[in-house]
Each structure stands twice: as structure tokens, then as C-alpha cells.
């Protein structure tokens, strides 16, 4: 049974009138509407090229939020009041979720913010080109509720999703190489071109969305056993790859290490999921290395990258992987022809919980390293000390986040303590700091007059800034009960693995980047998504 029919059915078991049901079915249609226009025309819409891009941007999100979402709220809101009085049934069926709690629990954070905020106005509206306020974080949070209630499942918002941001993806490769069909970089001078990408902008906000949107065909592909389906996701996830390693931001590898890893978790469930896991990482490490004939090749018209990109798509040691992956798929291959009966890994279980250890345990070493080379304590037990900008935490570090992130340190600890509870306010990171004469020194002496630093660029740190300990803690809370809900219940489809993919990706790549309207709205796009999957199970399931 369809989800347009089971929505029908239950609408006539419930008894309720059909002007409700008419209401149902425009809530439907215009959360539907909101989602197409989102995934299918956002990304490629731009006014200027590149000028204001993240300004028009947000305010075509608004526009549609405004004209489809608004409008559909108030159309649940009357089905649930005319169910509530027609029938006598609960105005809200079934109980609130963890996740649906933890929403409404940072979404009271930010409110609560935006009344003890410094300036009402920008916490309101945000920073201009981020516009992240209250108002943005109510329309996320809308976005959530909405997409989980009345999602209607249509091939056209999917097949709309894999055309518009396939085109983007291939169009951000394409610039790699100085080919620019749209006529994007006129008027862009050639040492500003490596920080423009595509039809979304900077190449930060450019890697944002890519990570977030590409679990979409990840996860279609890992679950999906129609081979034209297959072939179409493959190429898809290949386009995806490709433009990661050279869209020139190292965050995005941080995301693509944690999409690998969710994918296997994920994958120690069962022998077919193992091969789509070993699939996956060969399309990946087979469009890199596309990508790295590609530029040497086209040598003259290959953009200069930064050191990670070319060493992934260029260098010897990525080719030995590659053919590392291909023997281990291999004998994988011998193995379950060997053994068809078998359905699940052997260890599974034990394949899981080493993998998790392993990454604890890196990320634990790769700090500790750190910060023994920062302090010194690294050459002087041991005699060694590197001045890799990996490895050397000073205040140049990630593009001046080393100073960035101890600045927002040490803002925080001389807030009183109302603000360190609730923060300065949404998005009111540069209205906070440019106000005191202080913090404003500091930042004018270290990136200059013509400059300002309007957050953190670690979104968890910017969050504790604007939101206060309580709004850290509530937006970590929606990431926890994400993650925990969509993992019991990911058999449960494409949509929910594709939720549980999407907390690893956005958290880790954001840990170093910052909340903006070509990422941060498709998380919650996705979170709704996957919740409404989850809704539909419990619901037949009640049935």
C-alpha cells in the first residue's frame, strides 16, 4: 500500500469530514512543494553571479518557507483541531519522540536567547549573508515537523534532488578545470576563483552542501537492488566523490571519514551490505583517482588545490589503496560464493564495535599528538617537532580557526553568568564582539579592519557563544536522539539510514564550519525525512 493511500484510509477510519481531508491533502502538496523547490531549484538559483550569493540565497528559502511551509502548518493545525473535535481522538497522534523533544527543546533554547540577546534585531534577522536568527532556526525547526508529519513521497522531489544537484556537483568540477559554462567567474579576479564554486558559493558553504546532500544517493545506493537504479546512483556518487576532492576544503574529508564509517556500522548487518560497502569505497577512490588523471592530463587547466586534495587524487600511495580495496572485494566475492547461504558477517558484532573503538582512538591520538607538538612537550621527551599545519595547533591553524576557536574560548569564560547559560544571542556572535572594545581589538589587530569575523567556524563552539550552555546541550541532545533513533530503527529504509548518515556528516564536517542556509536547512529537510519513514513503520505497525 502507497503512502497516498494509507493517508487516505486512515483520514475515512477516523471519520473525519472531507473538508479535513482537503486540508490533509494541500498540507501534503505544499510541504511537497517546499521539498522540490529546496532540493530541485535552491541550488541552482542565483541572482549576480556570485555577488551577495549567500543574501539571495536565503531569501529564496524564505520566500518558499513563507508561501508553502507557513501555509501548510496552519493546515495541519486545522485537521488536528477537527479531528480533536469530530472524533474525540488525541489532537496529536501518538507520543512525541526523543527527537521531536529534543527539537522543541532547542528550539526553546534559541527563543529563550533571542529575549536576553544584545541586539534584538540581529537575533532576529542574523548576520547579513548568514542570516542565521531566530527566525531561520523557527523555519529549521518548522522544516523538521512538517517534513516527519506530511513528507508525501513523490518520485519527482527525488528525481528533481539527483538531476539539480548532480548538475551542481558536475558544474563544481568543471571550474576545477577553468570551464565555466554559466559564466559564473566574470568579473571574479583569478586569485578569488579558488574560494567560489558552483552555483553555491563559497567553497566552505559549496563542501557543506555536497556532504549533506550526497547521503541521499549514498544511502540509495547502499540499500537499492534495482541495477538501473544501481547504475544511476553510481554515477550519481561518483560525481559526488569527485567533486569533494576538488572543492579544496579539508572539512569535507572529516565528513566523507564519517560517512564511510556509518555506512559501515551499518554494513555489519549483512553480507549484501558489506558488498555495497565495498562498492562505495571503490566509486569513491575510483572517481579520485579519475580526478587525478584528469589534472594531469589537462595540466595547464587544472586549478592548483591544496596539499590533501592532490595527494588524494594525484599521489602513488592513493593508487595503492585502490588496489588494496579491490583484492579485499575480490576475496570478499570468492567468499560469498563459497558460502551463499551465509546472510550475516560472522563477527559482525565484533567487526562493529572495533571499528568504533578505532576511530575513538584515532581521533583521541591525532589530539594528543597535537597537542604535544603545540606545547613542545613532543620534542622535548622525544626529540621531534613538526611544523605541519596538521599537526600544529597555533593561531594560523585551519585557516586562522587556532585563533578563532581560543578567541571564542575566551569570550565565553568572561560572559556573566546568564549569558553562559543562554549565550549572546542566534547569531549574534559578531554583534556581541564588535561591541565590546575589547574583543574588538583583539579581532581588528589580528585580521585587520576590513574584516569581520562573524562566528566561531566550528558550529558546536558558535552554538555555545550564541545559544549558551543550555542551547549547546539541546542541540547536541537533537544530534544524540537523531543518531539513536535512526540506528534501531535503520532496516526500516533508505531514508532512515540516509538520517542516521546525515548526524555523522553534518557533525563532523560543521565541527569546522558554521550554520548557513545551502546546508543547514537540507539536515533538517533530511531528520524530517527520516523521521516520517519511522512514523509510517509504527504506524502500520499499530495497525
Known amino acids: 500500500m502507497n503512502i497516498r493511500q494509507t493517508g487516505e484510509n486512515e483520514d475515512i477510519k477516523e471519520g473525519n469530514a472531507p473538508g479535513t481531508c482537503l486540508c490533509i491533502r494541500i498540507d501534503r502538496f505544499l510541504t511537497g512543494t517546499w521539498a522540490f523547490l529546496m532540493l530541485t531549484v535552491f541550488p541552482l538559483y542565483m541572482r549576480n553571479r556570485y555577488s551577495k550569493m549567500g543574501v539571495h540565497k536565503f531569501r529564496f528559502f524564505l520566500a518558499v518557507s513563507i508561501v508553502c511551509l507557513i501555509p501548510a502548518a496552519v493546515c495541519l493545525v486545522l485537521h488536528v ?287 594528543f599528538v597535537v597537542w604535544m607538538n603545540t606545547t613542545g612537550l613532543l620534542e622535548e621527551w622525544i626529540g621531534i617537532h613538526s611544523d605541519n599545519l596538521y599537526l600544529l595547533f597555533d593561531r594560523s591553524w585551519g585557516n586562522s580557526r587556532g585563533f578563532s576557536w581560543k578567541f571564542t574560548i575566551g569570550a565565553f569564560a568572561g560572559f556573566p553568568l546568564f549569558r553562559k547559560l543562554f549565550g549572546a544571542g542566534p547569531d549574534c556572535f559578531s554583534a556581541y564582539c564588535y561591541g565590546d572594545p575589547e574583543l574588538s581589538g583583539q579581532l581588528n589587530h589580528f585580521f585587520g579592519w576590513d574584516q569581520t569575523l562573524t562566528n566561531a567556524h566550528n558550529e558546536f563552539l558558535n552554538t555555545l557563544f550564541c545559544l549558551g550552555a543550555v542551547g549547546l546541550l539541546a542541540f547536541v541532545m537533537v544530534f544524540a536522539a537523531a543518531f539513536r533513533r535512526f540506528w534501531k530503527g535503520r532496516n526500516a529504509g533508505m531514508p532512515v539510514l540516509m538520517g542516521m548518515l546525515a548526524v555523522l556528516v553534518y557533525a563532523a564536517h560543521n565541527f569546522f564550519c558554521y550554520q548557513q542556509v545551502c546546508c543547514t536547512p537540507f539536515l533538517f529537510l533530511i531528520l524530517g525525512m527520516a523521521e516520517s519513514r519511522l512514523r509510517q513503520r509504527q504506524d502500520a505497525a499499530a495497525d
Open 81 to 367: 483541531l477537527r479531528r480533536k473535535e469530530r472524533t474525540g481522538l488525541p489532537a496529536v497522534k501518538g507520543r512525541f519522540s526523543s527527537l521531536d523533544t529534543a527539537m522543541l527543546l532547542y528550539l526553546a533554547a534559541a527563543c529563550v536567547s533571542w529575549c536576553l540577546s544584545v541586539d534584538h534585531k540581529v537575533a532576529w534577522t542574523g548576520v547579513e549573508g548568514w542570516s542565521m536568527g531566530l527566525l531561520a532556526q523557527l523555519l529549521f525547526v518548522l522544516i523538521y515537523f512538517m517534513v516527519s508529519r506530511q513528507f508525501p513521497w513523490k518520485r519527482i522531489i527525488f528525481a528533481g534532488h539527483f538531476l539539480a544537484s548532480g548538475a551542481v556537483f558536475l558544474l563544481g568540477i568543471l571550474h576545477r578545470f577553468r570551464i565555466d559554462p554559466l559564466g559564473m567567474y566574470e568579473g571574479v579576479g583569478e586569485s578569488l576563483q579558488l574560494l567560489f564554486l558552483s552555483t553555491i558559493g563559497q567553497a566552505t558553504w559549496y563542501s557543506s552542501y555536497v556532504c549533506t546532500v550526497l547521503v541521499i544517493g549514498v544511502a540509495g545506493f547502499f540499500l537499492t537492488e534495482q541495477p538501473v537504479r544501481r547504475l544511476a546512483l553510481g554515477v550519481y556518487c561518483m560525481l559526488g566523490f569527485g567533486t569533494i576532492v576538488v572543492q579544496n576544503s579539508d572539512s569535507a574529508f572529516a565528513a566523507t571519514v564519517f560517512l564511510l564509517f556509518g555506512l559501515f556500522l551499518a554494513a555489519c548487518d549483512s553480507l549484501d551490505g558489506m558488498e555495497r560497502f565495498w562498492e562505495i569505497l571503490l566509486l569513491m577512490l575510483g572517481s579520485f583517482k579519475i580526478i587525478g588523471g584528469l589534472q594531469k592530463v589537462f595540466a595547464g587547466r587544472a586549478v592548483k588545490l591544496g596539499g590533501l586534495s592532490e595527494f588524494l587524487s594525484q599521489s602513488i600511495q592513493t593508487w595503492f589503496l585502490l588496489l588494496a580495496v579491490c583484492f579485499c572485494y575480490m576475496l570478499f566475492l570468492r567468499y560469498r560464493q563459497r558460502h551463499p547461504e551465509r546472510k550475516k558477517p560472522v563477527h559482525g558484532t565484533a567487526f562493529r564495535k572495533t571499528a568504533v573503538i578505532a576511530v575513538l582512538a584515532a581521533i583521541a591520538l591525532y589530539a
